[in-house]
């Protein structure tokens, strides 16, 4: 099965560029449908000006954000280097509390589709 989901600018990058492996969604009704072995189309936000292709590779479901950064190495994310604080921050920003709590998080782990 294949998905379509925006990615804003650094971090389609840094999927394209083989650095981030693993992508943080809330685990909502839309990313309950995906399966390992489906292939996820990214376009970039807010241009819409370029797309690619990955394959999930691994589904990992957390109660929270802070659960799975506990328990997936940050450079699997590309933010080797940070904090638990600063990765917090940067998903906060763009994920509200009360969507975690709803929802749930998931790790979608993938790779370059070939």
């Not at 328990?71 to 969507?99: R, V």
């Not at 975690?100 to 070939?114: N, P, T």
């Amino acid at each position: 099965m294949k998905h379509q989901m925006g990615l804003y600018g650094e971090y389609f990058q840094s999927i394209k560029e083989g650095r981030k492996k693993v992508e943080v969604r809330l685990y909502d009704e839309k990313r309950r449908e995906i399966q390992v072995g489906d292939i996820i189309e990214f376009v970039k936000v807010p241009e819409q000006d370029d797309n690619l292709r990955v394959e999930v590779t691994g589904l990992h479901p957390y109660e929270t954000f802070e659960a799975m950064y506990n328990d997936i190495p940050f450079e699997e994310f590309d933010c080797g280097g940070w904090t638990m604080e600063e990765m917090l921050d940067g998903t906060y920003s763009i994920y509200t509390k009360e969507q975690e709590k709803e929802w749930g998080v998931l790790a979608i782990r993938i790779k370059m589709d070939s």
